[in-house]
T-cell receptor, first 110, second 114 residues
Framework: TQLLEQSPQFLSIQEGENLTVYCNSS?????LQWYRQEPGEGPVLLVT?????EVKKLKRLTFQFGDARKDSSLHITAAQPGDTGLYLC??????????FGTGTRLKVLA | EAQVTQNPRYLITVTGKKLTVTCSQN?????MSWYRQDPGLGLRQIYY???????DKGDVPEGYKVSRKEKRNFPLILESPSPNQTSLYFC?????????????FGQGTRLTVV
């Protein structure tokens, strides 16, 4: 069974700080996706990375897919309180199964 | 508005009393799936469906049943709920295979089994 481990599990930082969240696996994924989930809501897709080494930017968020397609990272520059939430990576396991990482709960303090 | 609708949002039930959580999507998506979310474990896939009348087990299917008689609906059935099925449940749909296309999630159903 493929697994996605995220670190750190919890992160509490001050507004304006930078942070990086990691998503690691021992298995190769054809693509990885990142979602953000806010309390009382379902996850919402942020980005899909497909190519090994790929870097995608979404405003202050930078996503990277590892060269070997076994890991990914999410970097947030100058975090804001609105970035608070649960960040989840996810990838396809086999043809149709879909697995999620363990999640990183981020809290940005004003 | 494109959406995935789950009902009910909250449910408290007793052990052994059969229940159904409904899920409906209006985007003509082929792929639908159910997840449960528990603290520290992320979302775990229960069942998924690639199309009408085609379903398969995810990672934690024990104690659950699903059906896909119509494209838009994918109900989750707990024949005999037990306290270890207390969790937050999400239904999701996507146009195609997960990972290749965006998954849209419902707002969740918080189930408590006492």
């Amino acid at each position: 069974t493929q697994l996605l481990e995220q670190s750190p599990q919890f992160l509490s930082i001050q507004e304006g700080e930078n942070l990086t969240v990691y998503c690691n696996s021992s298995s190769v994924f054809s693509s990885l996706q990142w979602y953000r989930q806010e309390p009382g809501e379902g996850p919402v897709l942020l980005v899909t990375v497909v190519t090994g080494g790929e870097v995608k930017k979404l405003k202050r968020l930078t996503f990277q897919f590892g060269d070997a397609r076994k890991d990914s990272s999410l970097h947030i520059t100058a975090a804001q309180p609105g970035d608070t939430g649960l960040y989840l990576c996810a990838g396809r396991s086999g043809t149709y199964k879909y697995i999620f990482g363990t999640g990183t709960r981020l809290k940005v303090l004003a | 508005e494109a959406q995935v609708t789950q009902n009910p949002r909250y449910l408290i039930t007793v052990t052994g009393k059969k229940l159904t959580v409904t899920c409906s999507q209006n985007m003509n998506h082929e792929y639908m799936s159910w997840y449960r979310q528990d603290p520290g474990l992320g979302l775990r896939q229960i069942y998924y469906s690639m199309n009408v009348e085609v379903t398969d087990k995810g990672d934690v299917p024990e104690g659950y049943k699903v059906s896909r008689k119509e494209k838009r609906n994918f109900p989750l059935i707990l024949e005999s709920p037990s306290p270890n099925q207390t969790s937050l449940y999400f239904c999701a749909s996507s146009l195609g295979s997960p990972g290749a296309t965006e998954a849209f999630f419902g707002q969740g159903t918080r189930l408590t089994v006492v």
